[in-house]
């Protein structure tokens, strides 16, 4: 019994605890994660697209991930990319220094830094990873610079092992290498994620996904870059469902996959584009666009600040949308979920509050541990833009809901507080004159349309999920009961006996 005392007194204690805590947390509320990648070399974009550390809202994100940094083959150990930007040697910015000094203000945060991404390439890590000594001087380089800048961890971007010039036996060796790390950092309480590729063949070559569930912290999928030029047909970015029942290049198909590969779902970190893709149709004229099958030409055109052809900020394609006399045609891609823009033979497939807040809803009922977004420096941040209708979707849902007696039950047994009690602050499911009420979420920024949503989407979501649940309990329940009336078997009958028989051995143990 005193066992059972002192852990009920260490639960009291810690909850006492945990609410002044609370009242401190200046981050997310709502207990996801919310990944935030910082594309560095967005410095050196030109204005009004160019983003420094200092234009991050860091509130709105739980972690800050500063991409990237690389590898010496020479030496097998992590270097800097940028020393210039990185580090204050010889008078450099201190972009290390800089994003972990937010840990002050904001001591919610976690900050890691990222090593890899596409233009490392893979086989300098191929190497690196394929041997034991090569592996031990990497890990030893990189105890020495998460301790020397207190970095809170290091995010794996190898893109791709067994892929782009990788060998067959990286997979193998990038568990060795996660395992290694992963021994190494919990005496330091470092934290260890990666970045995986989402498509099918890299998932089902490049990774031991039970394995890399069991030794990372966080899974980050990147969830994009399903459709491009690369195609010659146009198709979405990053596409909810495929065209079709056999398409395998949809952000659900990637996520059911590693669920069924053993990732743990509470360690999947679903990644969110805040950018496009864009296509020249190769006929203009095209009446009807089709994904999957309207051609388009081998390079795509580029946006003003990011300057890269095939791709464009969310920040710029929402510039182009805000122009008055903007000749840009608005879409919505039902099979896909999300939005694209037509101008002539050009067409941009990108993500925008609705279709994130659809992804974001998708992550939550599934259980997944949060989101991840690639890349913030391309969000609306400096607020030139107005994101509408990112709900329209919960309201539709909450419409249908409203009527349902099930649901009433539900809200009933849920104590759904009052409007009148909870005031404008509080859930944004409440009882309003006994109806259940949908409050839709005030932006709290001008800025960062896309973080905004994602933050105040997992709060909706997460609230819908419980009214959702508690329906699908009573609606089992039902059929339990009615089994019964049938002559059903008295399931309750017998776990009750369970019950008495487990609480009598529990009384002769103490
Ligand atoms: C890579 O490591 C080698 C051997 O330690 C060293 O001589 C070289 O300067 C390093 N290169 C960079 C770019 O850090
Ligand atoms: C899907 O694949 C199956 C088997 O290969 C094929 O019979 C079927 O026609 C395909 N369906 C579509 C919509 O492509
Ligand atoms: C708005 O669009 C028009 C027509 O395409 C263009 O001429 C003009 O430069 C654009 N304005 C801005 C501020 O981008
Ligand atoms: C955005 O919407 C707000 C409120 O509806 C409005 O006051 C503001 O002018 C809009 N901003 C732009 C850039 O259109």
Same mark, same amino acid.
Request: with cysteine.
């Given at each position: 019994?005193?066992?059972?005392?002192?852990?009920?007194?260490? &639960?009291?204690?810690a909850?006492?605890?945990?609410?002044?805590?609370v009242?401190?947390?200046?981050?997310?509320?709502?207990?996801k994660?919310?990944?935030?990648?910082?594309?560095?070399?967005?410095v050196? /974009?030109?204005?009004?697209?160019?983003?420094?550390?200092?234009?991050?809202?860091?509130?709105?994100?739980?972690?800050?991930?500063?991409?990237?940094?690389?590898?010496? !083959?020479? @030496?097998?150990?992590?270097?800097?990319?940028?020393?210039?930007?990185?580090l204050?040697t010889?008078? &450099?910015?201190?972009?290390?220094? /800089?994003?972990?000094?937010?840990?002050?203000k904001?001591?919610?945060?976690?900050?890691?830094?990222?090593?890899?991404?596409?233009n %490392?390439?893979?086989?300098?890590?191929?190497?690196? +990873? @394929?041997? +034991? %000594?090569s /592996?031990?001087?990497?890990i030893?380089s990189?105890?020495?610079?998460?301790?020397?800048?207190? =970095?809170?961890?290091?995010?794996?971007?190898w893109?791709?092992?067994?892929?782009?010039?990788?060998?067959?036996?990286?997979?193998?060796?990038?568990?060795?290498?996660?395992? !290694?790390?992963?021994?190494? =950092?919990?005496?330091?309480?470092?934290?260890?994620? +990666?970045?995986?590729?989402?498509?099918?063949?890299?998932m089902?070559?490049?990774?031991?996904?039970?394995?890399l569930?069991?030794?990372?912290?966080?899974?980050h999928?990147m969830c994009?870059d399903y459709?491009g030029?690369?195609?010659?047909?146009?198709?979405?970015?990053?596409?909810?469902k495929?065209?079709?029942?056999n398409?395998?290049? *949809?952000? !659900?198909w990637?996520?059911?996959?590693?669920?069924?590969?053993?990732v743990? $779902?509470?360690?999947?970190?679903?990644?969110?584009p805040?950018?496009?893709?864009? =296509?020249?149709?190769?006929?203009?004229?095209?009446?009807?666009?089709?994904?999957? @099958?309207t051609?388009?030409?081998?390079? &795509?055109?580029?946006?003003?600040?990011?300057?890269?052809?095939g791709?464009?900020?969310?920040?710029?394609i929402?510039?182009?949308?805000?122009?008055?006399?903007? $000749?840009?045609?608005?879409h919505?891609?039902?099979?896909s979920?999300t939005?694209?823009?037509?101008?002539?033979?050009?067409?941009i497939s990108?993500?925008n509050?609705?279709?994130?807040?659809?992804k974001?809803?998708?992550?939550i009922?599934?259980?997944? &541990?949060g989101?991840?977004?690639?890349?913030i420096?391309?969000?609306?941040?400096?607020?030139?833009?107005n %994101?509408?209708?990112?709900?329209?979707? =919960?309201?539709?849902?909450?419409?249908?809901?409203?009527?349902?007696?099930?649901?009433?039950?539900?809200?009933?047994?849920?104590?759904?507080?009052?409007?009148?009690l909870?005031? *404008?602050?509080?859930?944004?499911?409440?009882?309003?004159?006994?109806?259940?009420h949908?409050?839709? $979420?005030?932006p709290?920024?001008?800025?960062?349309?896309?973080?905004?949503?994602?933050?105040?989407?997992?709060?909706l979501?997460?609230?819908e999920k419980?009214?959702?649940? !508690?329906?699908?309990?009573?609606? *089992?329940?039902? %059929?339990?009961r009615s089994?019964k009336?049938?002559?059903?078997?008295?399931?309750s009958?017998?776990? @009750?006996v369970?019950?008495?028989v487990?609480?009598?051995?529990?009384?002769?143990?103490?």
């Amino acid at each position: 019994m005193n066992v059972l005392c002192l852990i009920f007194l260490v &639960g009291v204690a810690a909850s006492v605890h945990g609410q002044t805590l609370v009242e401190e947390v200046k981050g997310p509320k709502h207990g996801k994660k919310v990944v935030c990648y910082i594309a560095t070399w967005a410095v050196y /974009r030109p204005d009004p697209g160019r983003f420094s550390l200092e234009d991050l809202e860091p509130a709105l994100c739980t972690h800050l991930v500063y991409s990237f940094a690389g590898l010496n !083959e020479t @030496s097998n150990t992590i270097k800097s990319l940028d020393p210039w930007q990185d580090l204050e040697t010889d008078y &450099g910015k201190a972009g290390y220094k /800089r994003l972990v000094a937010m840990k002050n203000k904001y001591p919610h945060l976690k900050v890691t830094l990222a090593i890899g991404g596409w233009n %490392e390439g893979s086989p300098r890590y191929s190497n690196m +990873a @394929s041997k +034991a %000594e090569s /592996r031990a001087a990497f890990i030893k380089s990189v105890l020495l610079m998460l301790n020397n800048y207190k =970095f809170d961890g290091l995010d794996l971007d190898w893109e791709y092992p067994t892929k782009r010039d990788g060998k067959p036996y990286d997979r193998e060796n990038f568990v060795l290498l996660v395992k !290694e790390l992963s021994e190494a =950092f919990e005496p330091h309480g470092y934290i260890l994620t +990666a970045a995986l590729g989402a498509g099918k063949s890299t998932m089902e070559t490049a990774y031991d996904l039970a394995k890399l569930s069991r030794y990372l912290d966080l899974i980050h999928m990147m969830c994009y870059d399903y459709h491009g030029t690369w195609d010659g047909v146009l198709g979405a970015n990053a596409p909810l469902k495929g065209i079709n029942d056999n398409d395998t290049l *949809s952000v !659900e198909w990637t996520v059911e996959y590693l669920l069924a590969h053993g990732v743990s $779902p509470y360690k999947m970190v679903l990644g969110l584009p805040m950018y496009g893709r864009t =296509f020249l149709l190769t006929d203009p004229g095209s009446r009807v666009l089709e994904y999957g @099958s309207t051609p388009v030409k081998a390079t &795509g055109f580029k946006g003003p600040y990011t300057g890269e052809a095939g791709f464009m900020g969310y920040n710029e394609i929402c510039a182009e949308t805000m122009n008055k006399s903007s $000749p840009w045609v608005y879409h919505w891609h039902e099979q896909s979920a999300t939005p694209y823009l037509r101008d002539g033979e050009k067409v941009i497939s990108y993500d925008n509050g609705r279709s994130i807040a659809i992804k974001v809803k998708m992550a939550i009922d599934k259980g997944l &541990g949060g989101l991840m977004v690639w890349s913030i420096d391309t969000d609306d941040f400096r607020g030139n833009c107005n %994101e509408t209708d990112a709900y329209i979707d =919960f309201v539709e849902r909450h419409r249908r809901m409203v009527n349902d007696p099930v649901v009433n039950k539900a809200v009933r047994n849920l104590n759904i507080p009052d409007v009148t009690l909870v005031g *404008s602050k509080g859930p944004a499911y409440v009882l309003q004159d006994n109806q259940l009420h949908l409050r839709l $979420p005030q932006p709290k920024y001008t800025n960062y349309a896309l973080m905004q949503t994602i933050n105040d989407a997992i709060t909706l979501a997460v609230e819908e999920k419980k009214i959702l649940d !508690e329906v699908q309990r009573l609606e *089992s329940d039902n %059929e339990v009961r009615s089994e019964k009336d049938k002559g059903g078997n008295g399931h309750s009958l017998r776990s @009750s006996v369970i019950g008495i028989v487990l609480c009598a051995l529990v009384a002769l143990k103490f």
